[in-house]
Nanobody, 132 residues
Framework: QVQLVESGGGLVQPGGSLRLSCAAS????????TAWFRQAPGKEREGLSC??????????YHVDSVKGRFTISRDNAKNTVYLQMNSLKPEDTAVYYC???????????????????????WGQGAQVTVSS
C-alpha cells in the first residue's frame, strides 16, 4: 500500500527554521518525482518545490517565493524526502503536503509550474505556524 506520512511541523517564530519529513512506504521513493505543496486558510494549494527521480539526477526546483529559503532533498536509505525551511515568515503559515507522481523515472522539471493535477499520491499534511 502506497503511503506518504509528513512530520516535523509545528510552531516557530519568524526567522526560525523547520525541517519537514515525508516518509514513504509501499514503494521506493527515489524512483519517482516528489513535490511539496502548501495550503493556507482560504487559499488554493500551491506548489513549492520538487525533486526528480534518482535516474534524473535528483534535479530540484523551487518556486521563486521560497527560493533561497527552502531546500528539498531526499535520503534514499530512509526512503524519505525533506523540506528544510529557513528564514520563515508569518506568510509561510499553512498546511504542508508532500506528493509523488506515479511515473517511474519522472523528471519533476517537466511539470513546472507545479500542479496538484500532476501528482497522484498525497500525505495527510503537516501544520506549520510561523508566529511570535
Amino acid at each position: 500500500q502506497v503511503q506518504l506520512v509528513e512530520s516535523g511541523g509545528g510552531l516557530v517564530q519568524p526567522g526560525g527554521s523547520l525541517r519537514l519529513s515525508c516518509a514513504a512506504s509501499g514503494f521506493t521513493l527515489d524512483n519517482y518525482a516528489t513535490a511539496w505543496f502548501r495550503q493556507a486558510p482560504g487559499k488554493e494549494r500551491e506548489g513549492l518545490s520538487c525533486i526528480s527521480a534518482r535516474e534524473r539526477d535528483d534535479t530540484t526546483y523551487h518556486v521563486d517565493s521560497v527560493k533561497g529559503r527552502f531546500t528539498i532533498s531526499r535520503d534514499n536509505a530512509k526512503n524519505t524526502v525533506y523540506l528544510q525551511m529557513n528564514s520563515l515568515k508569518p506568510e509561510d503559515t499553512a498546511v504542508y503536503y508532500c506528493a509523488t507522481r506515479d511515473l517511474e523515472g519522472s523528471d519533476c522539471l517537466a511539470y513546472i509550474p507545479l500542479s496538484i493535477a500532476d501528482y497522484d499520491y498525497w500525505g495527510q499534511g503537516a501544520q506549520v505556524t510561523v508566529s511570535s
